[in-house]
């Protein structure tokens, strides 16, 4: 924004959406310009000196700062609420970002269970090989979150609602437990994004996003970010500026494009998202399923109280075990067979046989995915058209 008077805090969530970020070059160009330059020049030498030394701020290069990204990340920073943002090449980068930033070897993290397949390696497979050791423990349960920290543990990692059987977590309750222990609590808020729910006003130090699912929301870019206080987003951009994972400018224009009508996209995705959860709960062929929008979810009260919206990706448990939910899968001519969600296109797909085809049967019997659940997350085609692609198959089957 180019106003001087310009106050993030008094305006809503729509605005700051459409307008936040902007400073208007000379040029007086009314949209967000894509700086595509690697470096910037200087009018001197002595210039030169003073912004490499960090006496006087400017760009320098573009894995450190560009401008076209520094809109994007001042936006979203005003969308949840923090202080600062940093955007990275990814939502993965986002969160090794934030680890290599804030932990060090002998460090412990404590995770959820129901955790994005690939932040479970980073974890697991890769931070194990620095010293950085994480325990998992069920969403819901407090008490198991508690049960788990111990005085090195520096970090408490989740994603709620969780991928995809829509489990919870109280956000406040378990930021007071981190803060009693000297911890610090990341939320992944991928799936409801700011519009719907603001980890760091619940008590959250930092929020994670895929801006790859709903900022983009559109299925077109790669990115990610991480947002909270100057103190530990520091850290955070001294790792990206250093490491390399940085946001490129027309990704992060992209993103810009994608948070102008995030809020209303999210408002059809919930209205979409909900109405298709109770037609299929009332399906003789559907015996469950897992959204915190209906009534049905044991978590309803914390979703309304916490969420201000459901979001739009459905776990559904089909009779007939793998056959079944293969079969309704195959009987969709719209919706798309893949992983991805967070998308104007609805996608569906088989968590035990894809997402989460690499857990052992043990785990997957622990982590709640059976053989019978297709996880959908709804986009924005016609209801009727949903409905009617999924009954192709469901009505086989009852
Ligand atoms: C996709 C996803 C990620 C990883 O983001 P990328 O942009 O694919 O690296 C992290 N967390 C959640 C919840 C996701 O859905």
Redo the contacts with the bound molecule.
Sequence with gaps: MQQDDFHADALSLETLAVRAGHVRTAEQEHGEPIFTTSSFVYRSAAEAARKFGGEEPGNIYSRFTNPTVRIFEQRLAALEGGERCVATS???AAILSTVLALLEAGDEIVASRSL?G??VSLFSKYLGKFGITTRYVELGNLEAWEAAITPRTKLLFA?TPS?PLSELVDIAALAEIAHHHGALLAI?N??LTPALQRPLALGADLVIH?A??YLDGQGRA???AVVGRDKELEEVFGVVRTCGPCLSPFNAWIFLKGLETLSLRMRAHCDNALALAQWLEAHPAVERVHYSGLESHPQHALARQQQSGFGAVLGVEIRGEREGAWSVIDATQLMSITGN?GDVKTTITHPATTTHGRLSDEQKASAGIREGLVRIAVGLEALDDLKADLARGLDALA
């Design positions: 990814s939502g993965m994005f690939s932040t994603e991928n992944d991928c799936f895929s790859t699912k790669i990115g990610g969600l």
